[in-house]
């Protein structure tokens, strides 16, 4: 059956995208997680992949053309399928949100006359109800979290009102209302997670009954319900009677229903009590629907009796671990560098330069009232600097295509207690070493306080990554796609060094240049570092 393709919100405050480029035409064969189109929003040009699989029957909006979110976008089938009837406005179509297998399956009840994206026709909504579904926040996010709600059911919402904080794959971000009216109803607890496009909440005239819109929607996507929850009506054959003569042993609690991606299936409030009283969950039996632990069964839980209480021997030792639920930052991060290593050919070039000019130079620098640089704004400054001279280092790969950039944006790679961002510095190449320094901080700070958005995060075209300042020497990080290098860079190190012959202490520091050899060859990653060692060895040249 044919599934339409909307026009996908790939930023908080998009309301209609244009088409930069198709990257598949009528006729091509669409696998699940392939580049539809480059859309640019009101923030950025980003890629949109298709959730689908099929053959791309029809485009709905040409390069160039301009539409609002929600409208057609494409329509992707069997190859060969007849969809007139859906281009007329009177046939019928899968929703691109819902037509995965596992969604048609837990949402039986949906019609096909269901449009895009609702579970129900327009005309069966009660009037002025309006559907608010899991947005997508980041052009990587496949799943979003509920980190906090800021409005509770019963309370009023005016358009632009923020309500809830969303944990996307990069950031936790606030999302905010697009529609006014009554807090109806909430689809998802703080601490669940539910696919793009699942119901998030209800808004609507105080006072209305959305319970049935809610039972069509609720079922779809939670990233936390078990695939297939043993029926209740098997139970009593899994457990046969004792016979009366045997001693019993001590019944081994049910395991507790465990989601396809690790996440034990609890509600938030007895998660946050576990948390507090030390309990590891896989160890509880839950006692609520499908086996969800409930706050009773952290309240009421008790350790099995150990081997020691009974008069046994107990080893000294004991094995003993913690289990911590990926956050979609650590699976985003895992699925982008696990592709980039097995897609891109990595070489690595090793460097050594002198850094006793740049010490100088920076303390000369540093010695001007209210200015402070560090080496890290020198290295970006020179990268981008070389990266003008060098724009096969600035490069990006593409199928049937490379793509030489003439601006400079760097990523600048920055550690959080979730895992790790690339906020981007644009335009480095044009910005003073205090600009640098400024925008580094300010992006750094909210990268720590999860407040970066997609648009800061996007359009790098080279990476530097420092661990310089945790005492590490010398490293080679993977490349951060779809940049085609990446330069490491370690700690400042004093040592001996022959200078005119002499041997006298001097300062170095290691770089390792990552590249993609698809775009860049070893003679001019070479250069690249050879212009870049001019810089950083004789800093005063980045002022001429």
């Known amino acids: 059956m044919a599934i339409v393709v909307n026009m996908p919100r790939l930023s908080d405050t998009m309301e209609e995208g244009t088409v930069a480029a198709w990257l598949k035409k009528v006729g091509d064969k669409i696998e699940e997680g392939d580049i539809l189109a480059e859309i640019e929003t009101d923030k950025a040009t980003m890629e949109f992949e298709s959730f689908?699989?099929?053959t791309l029957l029809?485009?709905?909006?040409?390069?160039?053309?301009?539409?609002?979110?929600?409208?057609?976008?494409?329509?992707?089938?069997?190859?060969?399928?007849?969809?007139?009837?859906?281009?007329?406005?009177?046939?019928?179509a899968a929703p691109a949100a819902e037509a995965k297998e596992e969604v048609a399956e837990a949402a039986p009840e949906a019609t096909e006359e269901a449009p895009a994206e609702e579970a129900a026709p327009a005309?069966?909504?009660?009037?002025?109800?309006?559907?608010?579904?899991?947005?997508?926040?980041?052009?990587?996010?496949?799943?979003?979290?509920?980190?906090?709600?800021?409005?509770?059911?019963?309370?009023?919402v005016?358009?632009?009102?923020?309500?809830?904080?969303?944990?996307?794959?990069?950031?936790?971000?606030?999302?905010?209302?697009?529609?006014?009216?009554?807090?109806?109803?909430?689809?998802?607890?703080?601490?669940?997670?539910?696919?793009?496009?699942?119901?998030?909440?209800?808004?609507?005239?105080?006072?209305?009954?959305?319970?049935?819109?809610?039972?069509?929607?609720?079922?779809?996507?939670?990233?936390?319900?078990?695939?297939?929850?043993?029926?209740?009506?098997?139970?009593?054959?899994?457990?046969?009677?004792?016979?009366?003569?045997?001693?019993?042993?001590?019944a081994a609690p049910a395991?507790?229903?465990?989601?396809?991606?690790?996440?034990?299936?609890?509600?938030?409030?007895?998660?946050?009590?576990?948390?507090?009283?030390?309990?590891?969950?896989?160890?509880?039996?839950?006692?609520?629907?499908?086996?969800?632990?409930?706050?009773r069964d952290i309240e009421n839980y008790e350790p099995a009796a150990s081997a020691a209480s009974a008069g046994k021997f107990v080893p000294a030792g004991q094995e003993d671990f913690d289990e911590v639920d990926n956050s979609q930052m650590r699976k985003a991060i895992a699925k982008a560098l696990t592709n980039s290593k097995f897609s891109a050919p990595h070489y690595y070039l090793n460097v050594e330069f002198d850094m006793e000019n740049a010490m100088a130079f920076r303390a000369q620098f540093n010695s001007i009232p209210d200015t402070k640089i560090s080496y890290n704004d020198m290295v970006v400054k020179a990268c981008a600097l070389a990266l003008k001279q060098h724009p096969q280092v600035n490069s990006q790969w593409f199928p049937d295509k490379m793509r030489l950039n003439?601006?400079?944006?760097?990523?600048?790679?920055?550690?959080?207690?979730?895992?790790?961002?690339?906020?981007v510095v644009k335009f480095a190449?044009?910005?003073?070493?205090?600009?640098?320094?400024?925008?580094?901080?300010?992006?750094?700070?909210?990268?720590?306080?999860?407040?970066?958005?997609?648009?800061?995060?996007?359009?790098?075209?080279?990476?530097?990554?420092?661990?310089?300042?945790?005492?590490?020497?010398?490293?080679?990080?993977i490349i951060n796609?779809?940049?085609?290098?990446?330069?490491?860079?370690?700690?400042?190190?004093?040592?001996?060094?022959?200078?005119?012959?002499?041997i006298v202490v001097g300062h170095t520091m290691k770089l390792s240049l990552a590249c993609d050899h698809r775009t860049i060859d070893g003679a001019t990653g070479a250069q690249f570092l050879q212009t870049l060692k001019g810089f950083i060895e004789n800093p005063v040249t980045m002022l001429v």
């Open 52 to 54: 689908n699989e099929g």
């Open 58 to 92: 029809h485009i709905g909006v040409q390069e160039g053309e301009t539409t609002k979110v929600d409208e057609l976008l494409a329509i992707i089938g069997d190859e060969g399928e007849d969809i007139s009837d859906i281009l007329n406005g009177g046939g019928s």
């Open 123 to 156: 005309a069966a909504l009660p009037e002025g109800v309006i559907v608010v579904t899991m947005p997508r926040l980041s052009d990587t996010m496949e799943e979003g979290t509920v980190a906090t709600w800021l409005k509770k059911v019963g309370d009023t």
């Open 158 to 250: 005016e358009e632009g009102d923020i309500l809830a904080e969303i944990e996307t794959d990069k950031a936790t971000m606030e999302f905010e209302s697009f529609q006014s009216g009554t807090l109806l109803e909430i689809g998802l607890q703080e601490g669940e997670s539910a696919k793009v496009d699942a119901l998030l909440a209800i808004i609507g005239p105080a006072g209305t009954d959305v319970s049935g819109v809610a039972a069509n929607f609720s079922a779809p996507a939670k990233a936390e319900a078990p695939k297939a929850a043993a029926p209740k009506k098997e139970a009593p054959k899994a457990a046969p009677a004792p016979k009366a003569a045997s001693a019993p042993k001590a």
């Open 255 to 295: 395991p507790t229903p465990v989601t396809e991606n690790g996440r034990v299936y609890v509600s938030p409030l007895a998660k946050k009590l576990a948390d507090e009283k030390g309990i590891n969950l896989v160890k509880v039996q839950g006692s609520g629907e499908n086996g969800r632990i409930i706050k």
């Open 406 to 423: 003439n601006h400079v944006h760097i990523g600048v790679a920055v550690a959080v207690p979730d895992g790790l961002v690339v906020p």
């Open 429 to 477: 190449n044009e910005q003073t070493l205090p600009q640098i320094g400024a925008a580094v901080k300010e992006l750094a700070g909210k990268a720590r306080n999860k407040k970066l958005t997609p648009d800061d995060m996007q359009g790098s075209t080279f990476t530097v990554s420092n661990l310089g300042m945790f005492g590490i020497d010398t490293f080679t990080s």
């Open 481 to 502: 796609q779809p940049n085609s290098a990446i330069l490491s860079v370690g700690n400042i190190v004093e040592k001996p060094v022959v200078k005119n012959g002499q």
